[in-house]
């Protein structure tokens, strides 16, 4: 979303190259949270399946919300283990329930329990860039000691250790999950990259917000009828701020900017590391965020964003707090995050943000790059996808299958569908299923034929039909609001215009009940978990698909970059550059 080739102007090399190289899916969807993206998108089955509808921080006891990934609904990482393959991922973890990360365990819901042979990175959803929280296989370790330490290029050292040793000692395929705790907040970068961006922000997010989609309308990443929707509420005109106000809003988000091509740089080292192996074209790229924009800056930003789950203080002293403090933003002492006006932004032309279910926090485009198979480098398809897809679309390119039993658990189907018809037919009609996954013993499409695969199971019209379908969803919940608050707060709540002018695709949010728990205007957000963030095999022995790796490289951020790198011999590497 915050990258130059998805309209914005930000200026990230590596996701420029491989959006020229590949595809651009602007129809991409998420869930408006990060652990249940990432759930979504380790396991091929709905958030909810996999029993991680809220984040793991939280087990509120339904079967959806338990806060940990269901044994029924094996990772990639199990998938791939059996049959063959050696799993390492890297980075931010947040799927296992964090009281379980003590020094004693329990350790079945830790990352190699749950399918890596290897694993560095931090297990909570956020953590200071400069000294992380840090965990190595089943045990913490200390934040190494060194001048200009810095956690993105820490994970990307990790990696490409990890792979260089895998290659040195073996044969195997294997899979990397590379999964980026940027450009999550606290936005922490080195100066150099937040002072390049200040001068691209003066202009407001007022103006941020109109380039942004001249600039998406001249790409045809949305069509010439897409008008901007009003501002959300909350958010107030650029205009209406004095000059050292937007001194520090602008700052603030500078430093969100310098940290997308921070961590750009840093997954292009990786690149550049498996092309000087000799891997980069037998690799699948998928790179996409794992939600909408942050809403948790507050009105105007912040230097200590954990606010949002306290309460902030008002806008006039956040602004003064930034204001004294304007030069050292990005340093380890600040957890420091933008404000709402620049999310709004972030999500043009969306609605509302991360932890909404409008399309500003469910809308996430995607860029997908596969050499060989993909028929229009550069070209952009538009068919309805979301992150329960990616799993299987790993399984359609590697010829893995989804076993009958993981570690002696019988196993829910697959939930979403292979991308691998768009990657030749960008005209086909979307093939996502609608809770109807094929049989397991389903033939699969051959390679190259993937456009002649008609499946089963029912269809979606690239969205067109799910788009004729708010207007019911908002009826009944309007009547809901009627009942349960007496739209007291006034907030339209419709859904914003997609990128065809109709209404966005996704479901109208249902608020967390009680005074001031809901997201209209002028209600403080407070913790409300269960109403607002309940998100709407081979024989033994046998290698599916050898010499391919699928790498899934995936950046966590509030606007951020997940990188889902499938390398064909077998890799998969991910990371955001959203969150």
Request: glycine share 14%; proline share 7%; aromatic share 8%.
């Amino acid at each position: 979303r915050s990258s130059g080739v998805l309209g914005w102007g930000i200026a990230p090399p590596t996701a420029a190259r491989l959006a020229a190289e590949g595809l651009r899916s602007p129809h991409s969807h998420v869930t408006p949270l990060c652990s249940p993206t990432r759930a979504c998108l380790l396991t091929g089955r709905n958030h909810h399946s996999a029993g991680m509808g809220i984040v793991p921080n939280f087990d509120i006891g339904y079967p959806g919300y338990r806060g940990q990934l269901n044994k029924s609904t094996a990772t990639l990482g199990e998938i791939a283990q059996s049959q063959g393959y050696t799993t390492m991922g890297v980075g931010k973890w947040h799927l296992t329930p964090m009281s379980h990360f003590s020094g004693a365990g329990p350790f079945d819901q830790w990352p190699l329990q749950r399918g890596f042979d290897r694993w560095y990175g931090t297990p909570d959803g956020a953590t200071n860039q400069w000294k992380p929280d840090l965990i190595e296989d089943n045990h913490w370790i200390e934040t190494p000691d060194r001048p200009d330490y810095h956690f993105t290029e820490d994970i990307v050292d990790h990696a490409i250790d990890f792979v260089r040793d895998q290659k040195n000692g073996s044969d195997d395929p294997f899979f990397l999950y590379v999964a980026f705790c940027a450009v999550h907040f606290p936005h922490h970068v080195p100066p150099e990259y937040i002072d390049k961006y200040v001068p691209v922000f003066e202009k407001g997010w007022d103006q941020t917000r109109a380039d942004r989609l001249a600039r998406q309308k001249e790409l045809g990443l949305v069509g010439p009828e897409v008008e901007l929707p009003d501002r959300n509420a909350g958010v107030n005109a650029w205009d209406e701020y004095d000059d050292d106000a937007r001194a520090s809003m602008v700052r603030l988000q500078a430093a969100f900017a310098g940290m997308v091509e921070h961590t750009d740089h840093h997954l292009g080292r990786l690149v550049a590391e498996l092309e000087e192996m000799g891997e980069l074209d037998n690799t699948v790229f998928v790179l996409f965020s794992d939600n909408g924009a942050s809403q948790e800056g507050g009105p105007v930003g912040s230097l200590q964003s954990m606010r949002f789950f306290t309460g902030y203080t008002s806008a006039e002293d956040e602004l003064a707090e930034i204001a004294a403090n304007r030069e050292t933003i990005g340093e380890e002492q600040w957890f420091n995050n933008y404000g709402t006006g620049w999310a709004m932004a972030g999500n043009t032309p969306l609605k509302r943000y991360k932890q909404d279910t409008h399309g500003g926090g469910v809308r996430s485009p995607l860029i997908i790059r596969w050499p060989g198979e993909v028929a229009d480098p550069g070209g952009i398809r538009t068919q309805f996808h979301h992150a329960i897809d990616i799993t299987p679309t790993v399984l359609d390119v590697t010829g893995l299958t989804l076993p009958d039993q993981v570690k002696g658990v019988v196993q829910k189907p697959m939930e979403g569908t292979s991308l691998g018809y768009t990657f030749n037919e960008g005209e086909t009609p979307s093939q996502r299923g609608q809770g109807q996954a094929p049989p397991r013993d389903a033939p699969r499409p051959q390679r190259g034929a993937r456009g002649a695969d008609k499946r089963d199971a029912q269809t979606r019209e690239d969205g067109q039909r799910a788009q004729q379908r708010p207007a019911v969803h908002e009826a009944c919940l309007g009547r809901r609001r009627g009942r349960f608050q007496g739209d007291a707060e006034g907030e339209d709540h419709r859904l914003g215009d997609d990128h065809h002018g109709n209404p966005d695709a996704g479901t109208p949010p249902i608020e967390a009940l009680g005074k001031g728990g809901g997201v209209g205007a002028g209600g403080r957000r407070g913790w409300h978990a269960p109403a607002r963030w309940g998100a709407g095999g081979a024989g033994a022995g046998s290698v599916p698909g050898a010499g391919q790796r699928f790498a899934s490289t995936r950046c966590c951020g509030c606007l951020g970059y997940c990188a889902f790198l499938l390398s064909l011999r077998v890799v998969q590497a991910a990371g955001p550059l959203k969150r």
